[in-house]
């Protein structure tokens, strides 16, 4: 997922935030359907968008006129400082976590580390939760200053936590990587979903397989957003003979010299599979992704591979 970033900040570099007009597109691959509001004054819908180095948010907020002021106003407060947190910790962010593994004291990096804890058994390390836990913690602060907002989200490109008060529902289109529409979603607050995550090759993420994307839906976006990089890393050709057919790789240092996965094999191409191949490919992530549902609580996880797609879970 995406990769904190240690470099310095030029002198007066500072979050900068930003209105947007409530139709402003959304980096996410999920869209939600607008569905209308009712019985609520004076509502608003106007987003916010909030951007420090490689962190980049879309906030969007479903409340009064004044509740979203403020619900605004809780977001730039608790997203200050949150990268600094992050790379203050970062070399311990970057290891796989054991269980020796060292427990991060910020609040954003505990998040990450308790979401990937689960998975201890896997090569994971606390970076593959940092979008959606970033996601996660901005929801959180405006939710504790605002209990009263109907729905709130965060889109942490891609990476969305989310709120829906009781009674509220939402629907949800999810999309390839290339942005067509591959499901739809109704989730209703007392569904238990509060995070969505997508993961794949193709996208700003490094990925161990060739999955083109992996949507998972889950409690929090911390937690989706390592079941969707874990399950994207096991949607792999059942052969080596094929792998080295179809697939290219490189280091992942090579594309990024301070990636937490060092020296792995990351996929940058691949090539036109044939339906049976791309079909054991998802086989492989749907039987990943029962294992995943076995170790966390994910409710519904999407896979897609050059079109061809399957899922799993209670909204699939």
Known sequence: MPTVCAKPKPRGWAPVATKLAPNSPSQSRLCETPSQTRGRASQSRERLHLHYGPIDLLIDVDGTAAEVALAHQAATDVFEGVLEDLVSELPDLRRAITSASTV???????????????HSARFVTPMAAVAGAVA???LNGMVQTVPTLKRAWVNNGGDI?????????????????????????????????????????????????????????APNAASADVAATLIANEVQLPSDELDRTFVRRVQAVELQPDSDLGDAWVTTHVDKLPKQHRHAALQRGLKAAKTIMQEATIKAVFIDCQGQRMSIGECA
């Open 104 to 118: 991060p004291t910020g609040v954003v990096a505990f998040s990450m580390w308790q979401a990937c804890l689960p």
């Open 136 to 138: 996660d913690h901005v």
């Open 161 to 217: 936590a989310f709120m829906l008060s009781d009674g509220a529902h939402t629907k949800l289109t999810v999309c390839t990587h290339q942005g067509t529409p591959s499901a739809q979603i109704r989730i209703r607050s007392g569904d238990g979903i509060g995070g969505i995550a997508t993961s794949g090759w193709a996208g700003r993420s490094h990925s161990f397989g060739i999955a083109d994307a992996v949507t998972v839906l």
